[in-house]
């Protein structure tokens, strides 16, 4: 029983070490590798939003590479190899040797018989979702990608301000989700299936906050940041909503988050970013 449920990972591994080359052949082929890492990026936001909808609050479907014991902590697992990962670096793989709609259409009919495969061999389970969802969801998202690189490279104001905003999300959501891994943060009353749905309620909105100060650029706006995520933490651990097994695992968060923010800041808005076009956030430059 224990080597069966060990084979669980198994696939998961093979199709991590599969997407691993994708993304590395990918940017050693690239000629824009740095619009090319916020696009990756930003996919990812955008696929961690959807799956915090769709998995965690809707339960709609559930993985089982059983790299952990905890059946939440395994699915969330999961979850951050697909959306984080393997679909992203798909996304941008089309991008960037700029495949046509008909290649999309057949990697999304790919990613739709691997779902189906996953299900018969009981490493992921539909709950009310259907494999047509993913065929249809995953076409959409591949060809909104390009759509997005376009905006990108237009210096499109809002694109740009969005692109921050999902680069902060996912870095402050994977801050938590390893000191989660390594069980030093929990949030909720005790079970893990309350501890994932608590932090993305702040995390969503207050990326916003922290992409429009890391954007202003300055010491003071990164000290606004330091200031709003202790402000969150102390009112969670006055409340007992969070729990940490040591003081330094949130400045930890904290530093990795807004120094991060600061590099993505400077990665957007640097001049050479964009083809030509003025650089802009989402209170500037070209928003057409």
């Keep these: 029983m224990r080597q069966?449920?060990?084979?669980n990972k198994y696939p998961y591994i093979i199709l991590g070490i599969l997407h691993l080359v994708m993304l590395i052949y990918a940017f050693?082929?690239?000629?824009?590798?740095?619009?090319?890492?916020?696009?990756?990026?930003?996919?990812?936001?955008f696929a961690y939003i959807f799956e915090y909808i769709v998995v965690v609050l809707l339960d709609a479907y559930v993985y089982k590479p059983t790299f952990f014991k905890h059946r939440v902590l395994d699915n969330l697992f999961g979850a951050i190899l697909s959306q984080l990962f393997y679909v992203p670096v798909t996304a941008l793989f089309l991008t960037v040797f700029q495949l046509n709609w008909k290649v999309k259409l057949l990697f999304s009919l790919l990613y739709s018989l691997i779902e189906k495969l996953f299900v018969t061999l009981r490493i992921f389970?539909?709950?009310?979702?259907?494999?047509?969802?993913t065929f249809?969801?995953?076409?959409?998202?591949?060809?909104?990608?390009?759509?997005?690189?376009?905006?990108?490279?237009?210096?499109?104001?809002?694109?740009?301000?969005?692109?921050l905003y999902n680069m902060i999300l996912v870095t402050w959501m994977n801050m938590i989700a390893l000191m989660t891994f390594l069980k030093q943060v929990k949030y909720g009353s005790g079970t893990w299936k309350e501890h994932i749905k608590i932090p993305p309620l702040f995390i969503l909105p207050?990326?916003?906050?922290?992409a429009k100060w890391a954007k202003e650029g300055s010491f003071l706006s990164k000290l606004k940041s330091l200031l709003f995520m202790m402000s969150i933490d102390l009112f969670s651990l006055k409340k007992r909503i969070v729990n940490v097994k040591s003081l330094y695992v949130?400045?930890?968060?904290?530093?990795?988050?807004?120094?991060?923010?600061?590099?993505?800041?400077?990665?957007?808005y640097d001049d050479k970013l964009c083809d030509g076009m003025p650089k802009g956030g989402w209170t500037g430059g070209n928003s057409s």
């Design 4 to 7: 069966c449920r060990n084979a």
């Design 28 to 45: 050693y082929k690239s000629k824009d590798r740095k619009k090319h890492f916020i696009l990756l990026s930003t996919y990812a936001g």
């Design 125 to 133: 389970n539909h709950r009310w979702w259907k494999t047509k969802f």
């Design 136 to 163: 249809v969801l995953i076409w959409v998202s591949f060809l909104a990608n390009n759509q997005w690189y376009r905006k990108i490279k237009q210096g499109n104001g809002t694109i740009l301000f969005f692109s």
């Design 206 to 210: 207050g990326s916003l906050l922290l």
């Design 250 to 268: 949130l400045p930890i968060i904290y530093l990795t988050t807004i120094l991060t923010a600061s590099f993505y800041k400077k990665l957007i």
